[in-house]
């Protein structure tokens, strides 16, 4: 059933076509538009229709960079219009006729360049407390140069705008005429947009569009993953800036003029419309929203006066129509085609009979648990064999300088060591110098009554919480000995120490598949000139990355989902996703945040099995959180028992099981029952 | 610079503490109790401030203050509307996805209230005007003066927040605002209407950003664009100030002026001030955000993971 | 006897987890019911139910016999007397002791009172007088800030903010949580002494035996479902409950 399933898939796939040749095919339409028009001289399409068009192609490139912000990052601005602006004045000043010559590549090379250098200082600003910040930060940066713009006499023109009077390289260098140097920036224009399609949806595959996607659902399993959210928020802020100025010199060399009042603050929303409007990841949608938004008037409404003389009224529809998306398609109009596609696939789908989406294989059929348990863990071990040699690699990178303490810091068998750790929130003592060890290759529990604080220790190993005393030191694959307090966040997945969260935190926007391929962010090297044209080096890496995840889908039993979302999967597949990103990453030291929480027995027997044969097979050291003591008391090696964030007790199962302290802990002691039976019969 | 100009720069600055004061605690006032940044707040001040020079112009018999009433009674409506029908309807809403709700609703804003009051125009209100004149005084034996509309501004704006800071301490209402801002979910469980408490501070947000606007426009012609500016710079005072408290984002309100003032300044910035003004008030905004990321009265908030 | 609270098969669900699976108990009037329960089996999520933060998929709670509350409105709840001291406490930060306590009384509806010629403010008056004088402590630091008050003291707080509207079920949410074993005695010894004012409680517990020492009946949840009931007195000597929370088989 499931092969006919995979077939029809991959069938439908190579139907569709890559969707660099719906750019192609889009570049070509557009182009064909303007050499009718050159053929008809001006007749039809008529040359508003072509400037028309030509518009919607200045918008749509700023569109594709806020894609990042909004789409892949999820951060909104309000300073688009501003970058616009700087763009457009910035060339115009360069271009003007009293100006030495500069070459129109070296102008806008700068315009790029200084907008970035301004994005960064901003951004850095900005983006440090939180991301919603943006946008108030982002507002201000428009307002600031709305009153350059305006007010700027000698640079700018002022209220009655900026002007150049020859259309760069074309007329100034190649002596056209204008009426030839606007057809030709207009194929310019074309093929900028293209390729910028072609660079950004490239980016937007990448693993730093993974990266950013990660961040936007979860900033704690990006975090968790190596990503940093400063850096790649910043990076998808600066990406839209140079689009938006870039796409103002375009406009100023194809328009020649313009006017302070075109970069108010609704352009900015108008830019925010497109986005939202075509679907914020789909590159063709922001084409689409930016005709909406900026093409219908003059493309198609040109002679229906009514609609010339109230724009207004298509405004307020905009506006309108932005608040509905947001409210119920996310996804845009996208969004709103693919729900209707499947709808009518349904329909097919249901004519023919196929059978109903798949879950995951139940790696554990319902009879015979134990048995069937037992021979899923032999081929384990030998898809182990092939993952291993992955593994290697992953594990030998480190971050660059940390502090690192004394190679004899800790004995040879102890990969954990945390030695008088306190965390103090406030006054309240959440953690009071704890101190145990953890063993190499060992499976240990840390457990307590609710309230004790293990969350806390959790954290602060992780480095989620800086503690406020004590030391975590950890023997690293290489053997060194690194003191954890010292690392950033982000930094631990690189030392082999990866975690996995109590309220399971997958990527809702990527499949189970690419939940995988983001374990593994740390360990890529190709830089992102490199993922934007897709190179060879970019290409191996991926494939690389696909191989292995594919084997660690296999050995966790998530072959049949890998590809579907994990929405509406069930909670005991979404903790094996959650593992799996974890040899993925090639830890050394897994740390598991309640990893039977909401499941039922058979999904945690399975857990159980799963988390044995790990172990086995990768010689991890795993370190659980656990309130299940079946679980607890079945797996683990050794078990820490605390209480008000102190230690209780440590030992093995057994021994803690009966020790008088611990049971205390949990259930209280009997000795209060005299005198409190007395108060109750009072 | 002269001791004059230091001085008259500082008298320049208490309208514009004003002005900002009230769309300020309007923004405080939603964030704190809905988590929205709300970038409509502008633009429903100066619909607000439409409506009081609309009814100031129509109904001459009316004294100046119920035509202030009517604007506040329209920026309460616009509050209330979008709270309700807006934001508390999209359920599984992210910040970013609030904020561009209210994007949404500046468009719309943007667009109508120009047609809707295609007529307006606002100098002297016949009859029933503040004075547009200057106040003149003396102080430190300088000359100084300050628009008669600007103390009103100031004046008005301390009356108003010292109001609604007193109600937030003693009324039920403030009670329930500080409970609802502390923590919806336990004030719910303890009984508390938060649905009504949050529809009530938007609704008054609203009104006070229509006094804002009217004393923003006041002698000027009114303008969609009347509050760009302002609502920018108590955005800033916000985060400058700190958003975990109700009294943190007001410091910010008056600070922000005061750097505005003097960035200004002929003076100090010679002839070319009006053009760099607000870079200058960005810049040295932005410089203090960056010592204080936090906000200057505010804290850092321990995410729990 | 009449019944206070009755729950009939609850089941809560949170997106795929399934929290509760067919709960049922009941809760006699003026007496403490206990439910106990290794962490993760429900017990929070079944006051949050009763609370109404969260929508049952299925089952039915009713109050007082006839009044059914599944699915209320939470403020509407506690104004039907139902009023929760949630788990950590949930200090309203920013508010002083008296602030705290004041918000609990936002449930207070006039006519369920001591009669229509009894004012609200009246009624404040008095309900702060019950709660002081059964935590004196808070009267000593009712202008203080109430992030500043100790653990126990926040616990006090918390319950008495519960009281405050004098309600008619009070629901206590793992009170125990985080205090030291002294003063958890004194907690317990106060809710023993609210029973005996004729309140009706509701306590959620990890804490077995103190619980039980006080209690008059008690469930105990495992995995969403109830696996043990019956009178405290009996379970408390009961083997089967060590069990239920740490486990009975031999590593």
Redesign the interface.
């Known amino acids: 059933m499931q092969m006919i399933e995979n077939k029809n898939f991959s069938r439908r796939k190579s139907v569709l076509q890559h969707p660099f040749s719906a750019f192609l095919l889009l570049g070509l339409f557009l182009s064909i538009l303007q050499i009718i028009a050159i053929v008809t001289d001006g007749e039809w399409p008529r040359t508003s229709v072509i400037n028309g068009f030509a518009t919607v192609m200045i918008y749509a490139i700023v569109g594709y960079g806020f894609s990042f912000l909004l789409g892949y990052a999820g951060l909104a601005s309000l300073g688009t219009a501003g970058f616009v602006g700087f763009g457009a004045y910035f060339t115009a000043y360069f271009l003007q006729a009293n100006m030495p010559y500069i070459p129109y590549v070296v102008i806008m090379i700068a315009a790029l360049v200084l907008s970035i250098l301004l994005g960064l200082a901003v951004g850095f600003i900005s983006l440090r407390i939180e991301g919603i910040f943006l946008a108030i930060v982002t507002l201000g940066i428009s307002e600031v140069f709305y009153q350059l713009f305006n007010s700027w006499m000698p640079v700018t023109g002022g209220p009655n705008g900026a002007r150049i009077s020859e259309y760069p390289v074309f007329q100034s260098l190649l002596s056209m005429s204008p009426a030839d140097s606007k057809r030709a920036f207009y194929f310019v224009l074309v093929v900028v947009n293209v390729l910028l399609m072609m660079l950004t949806y490239n980016l937007g595959k990448s693993r730093t569009g993974r990266a950013m996607l990660a961040m936007k659902n979860s900033s704690s399993a990006a975090q968790a993953m190596g990503i940093s959210l400063l850096k790649y928020r910043l990076l998808a802020f600066l990406l839209s800036t140079a689009y938006a100025v870039l796409a103002g010199v375009l406009f100023m060399s194809y328009n020649r003029n313009t006017l302070p009042g075109n970069y108010n603050i609704m352009l900015s929303l108008n830019i925010l419309a497109v986005v939202l409007i075509g679907g914020s990841r789909s590159l063709l949608g922001t084409f689409v929203g930016s005709f909406i938004v900026f093409g219908i008037t003059p493309i198609l409404f040109q002679n229906i006066s009514f609609l010339n003389e109230n724009a207004w009224i298509i405004n307020v529809i905009i506006g309108i129509i932005i608040i509905l998306i947001v409210m119920f398609y996310p996804g845009g109009l996208v969004q709103l085609f693919g729900s209707l596609k499947a709808q009518v696939l349904k329909l097919f789908r249901q004519r023919r009979g196929n059978p109903q989406q798949e879950t995951a294989e139940p790696a554990e059929e319902s009879n015979g648990e134990k048995a069937n348990l037992e021979s899923i863990s032999a081929i384990r071990a030998q898809i182990a064999q092939e993952l291993n040699s992955f593994g290697q690699q992953a594990r030998n990178t480190g971050p660059g300088a940390t502090r690192v303490a004394a190679a004899d810091a800790l004995p040879s068998d102890v990969i954990l060591r945390l030695e008088n750790l306190s965390m103090i929130f406030g006054g309240l003592k959440a953690v009071d110098n704890l101190t145990f060890d953890v063993k190499q290759r060992e499976i240990f529990g840390l457990i307590g009554p609710n309230g004790a604080g293990k969350t806390t220790v959790f954290n602060c190993i992780t480095q989620f919480y800086k503690p406020t005393g004590g030391n975590i030191l950890y023997r690293t694959e290489d053997g060194q000995v690194i003191r954890l307090n010292d690392c950033q966040v982000h930094d631990i997945i690189s030392l082999g120490i990866v975690r996995t969260f109590q309220n399971v935190e997958v990527i809702g926007e990527l499949s189970i598949l690419e939940n995988l391929l983001i374990a593994a962010h740390a360990q890529c090297r190709t830089g992102l000139l490199k993922q934007a044209f897709n190179t060879r080096s970019v290409r191996l890496e991926e494939k690389h990355l696909r191989e292995h995840a594919e084997k660690v889908i296999d050995y966790c039993g998530l072959t049949a989902v890998k590809d579907l979302h994990p929405v509406g999967q069930p909670y005991g597949v979404l903790k094996r996703v959650e593992l799996a990103r974890t040899l993925m990453a090639g830890a050394k030291l897994i740390i598991l945040d309640e990893p039977a929480a909401g499941l039922n027995e058979q999904e945690t027997m399975e857990l159980t099995q799963l988390i044995h044969d790990i172990q086995r097979d990768f010689g991890v050291t795993i370190f659980l959180v656990e309130h299940d003591m079946g679980l607890v008391m079945n797996i683990c090696d050794h078990i820490c028992a605390i209480s008000f964030g102190k230690k209780l007790a440590y030992g093995t199962p057994r021994e803690i099981q009966n020790d008088r302290v611990v049971q205390e802990a949990y259930l209280g002691t009997r000795e209060y029952s005299e005198e409190a039976q007395d108060v109750q019969h009072a | 610079m002269t001791l004059q100009a230091f001085l008259q720069s500082l008298v320049n600055a208490l309208p514009l503490m004003g002005r900002y004061a009230l769309i300020t605690m309007g923004i405080v006032l939603i964030f704190r109790t809905t988590a929205t940044t709300n970038f409509a707040q502008g633009l429903i001040g100066t619909f607000g401030a439409f409506v009081i020079t609309w009814a100031a112009m129509e109904w001459t018999t009316l004294p100046l203050w119920a035509d202030v009433l009517l604007g506040m009674a329209a920026g309460f409506a616009w509050g209330v509307f979008v709270d309700i029908a807006l934001i508390r309807s999209a359920r599984k809403i992210t910040s970013a996805g609030k904020q561009m709700i209210t994007m949404g609703v500046m468009m719309i804003l943007v667009n109508i209230i120009p047609k809707v009051f295609s007529k307006i125009v606002l100098n002297n209100l016949p009859g029933k005007s503040i004075s547009t004149k200057n106040f003149e005084f003396e102080l430190f034996g300088q000359f100084l003066y300050i628009p008669i509309n600007g103390i009103w501004a100031f004046l008005v704006a301390v009356v108003l927040l010292g109001a609604v800071f007193l109600a937030l301490k003693f009324t039920k209402w403030g009670l329930g605002v500080r409970a609802t801002a502390a923590n919806e979910t336990v004030a719910q469980m303890l009984g508390v209407n938060t649905r009504l408490i949050t529809a009530f501070s938007w609704g008054l947000a609203g009104a006070l950003a229509a006094v804002g606007g009217f004393f923003t426009g006041f002698g000027t012609v009114l303008n969609v664009t009347l509050m760009g500016n302002v609502q920018v710079f108590a955005f800033l005072a916000c985060v400058l100030g700190g958003f975990s408290s109700f009294p943190a984002p007001i410091l910010g309100s008056v600070i922000i002026p005061l750097i505005y003032v003097f960035a200004g300044n002929p003076h100090i910035m010679g002839s070319q001030a009006g053009i760099w003004q607000n870079m200058i008030t960005f810049v040295v905004v932005l410089l203090l955000i960056l010592i204080f990321p936090n906000g200057i009265l505010g804290k850092k908030l321990v995410k729990k993971v | 006897m009449s019944s206070m609270l009755e729950i009939k098969d609850l089941c809560v669900s949170?997106g795929?987890?399934e929290?509760l699976k067919g709960v049922s108990l009941s809760v006699e009037k003026g007496s403490i019911v206990a439910i106990l329960g290794?962490?993760?089996a429900g017990k929070s999520t079944l006051l949050r139910t009763i609370?109404?933060?969260v929508k049952p998929k299925s089952g039915r709670i009713t109050l007082a016999g006839d009044m059914n509350i599944t699915g209320m409105?939470?403020?509407r709840i506690?104004?039907q007397g139902v009023?929760?001291s949630?788990e950590?406490r949930?200090i309203?930060?920013?508010?002083t002791t008296e602030?705290n306590l004041?918000?609990?009384t936002?449930?207070?509806k006039d006519q369920r009172q001591n009669g229509p010629s009894f004012t609200r403010s009246q009624q404040i008056k008095q309900n702060f007088e019950a709660v002081y004088s059964l935590f004196p402590i808070l009267y000593d630091r009712r202008q203080q800030q109430a992030?500043?008050l100790s653990?126990g003291e926040q616990q006090m707080l918390a319950i008495g903010?519960?009281l405050m509207?004098a309600p008619r079920m009070l629901l206590l949410d793992?009170p125990s949580?985080?205090l030291?074993p002294l003063i958890i005695?004194d907690i317990?010894?106060i809710i023993?002494q609210l029973r005996q004012q004729g309140n009706t409680i509701l306590i959620v517990e990890?804490?077995?035996?103190?619980?039980l020492?006080?209690a008059d009946y008690a469930y105990v949840l495992e995995?969403g479902h109830v696996s043990m009931q019956g009178p405290a007195s009996q379970l408390?000597h009961d083997e089967a409950?060590?069990e239920a929370?740490?486990?009975g088989?031999?590593?």
């Open positions: 949170y795929a987890i929290a290794a962490n993760g609370s109404g933060l409105v939470p403020y506690a104004a009023i929760q949630p950590g949930m309203l930060q920013g508010l602030e004041k918000v609990g936002y449930a207070i992030n500043t653990g903010r519960a509207a793992e949580l985080g030291a005695r317990f010894r023993n990890q804490n077995a035996f103190q619980t020492k006080i995995l408390i409950l060590v929370y740490l486990g088989q031999k590593a």
